[in-house]
């Protein structure tokens, strides 16, 4: 089983940075893909970004491609998403995701707050 604990949510203005984290426990970690999701209020959860157990293969969402950047540290048990150029419409709860074969494992939402 893999326990996950998101960080790094806030407040920020448009154009501004944000670092996420997500710290996770358990075993197995670095042998699985990990991704983010978010869901705006009033909206269906969406995908973000992901990146393969070693880290050399990521995908974005075309919304984010540019301005984020997911990444992981193995040695850490964590998974990073940076956010750049923030944007109003990035406001959302932000979710990290562990792909385990089966099954899924979802940290518990850090909110992200872009101001106009």
């Known amino acids: 089983q893999v326990q996950l604990v998101e960080s790094g949510g806030g407040l920020v203005q448009a154009g501004g940075s944000l670092r996420l984290s997500c710290a996770a426990s358990?075993?197995?970690?670095?042998?699985?893909?990990m991704g983010w999701f978010r869901q705006a209020i009033g909206k269906e959860r969406e995908f973000v970004a992901a990146?393969?157990?070693?880290?050399?293969?990521?995908v974005y969402a075309d919304s984010v491609k540019g301005r984020f950047t997911i990444s992981r540290d193995n040695a850490k048990n964590t998974v990073y998403l940076q956010m750049n150029n923030l944007k109003p419409e990035d406001t959302a709860v932000y979710y990290c995701?562990?792909?385990?074969?089966?099954?899924?494992?979802w940290g518990q939402g850090t909110q992200v707050t872009v101001s106009s």
């Open positions: 995701y562990c792909y385990v074969p089966g099954t899924g494992y």
């Open positions: 358990g075993r197995l970690f670095d042998m699985h893909a």
């Open positions: 990146i393969s157990w070693s880290g050399g293969d990521t």
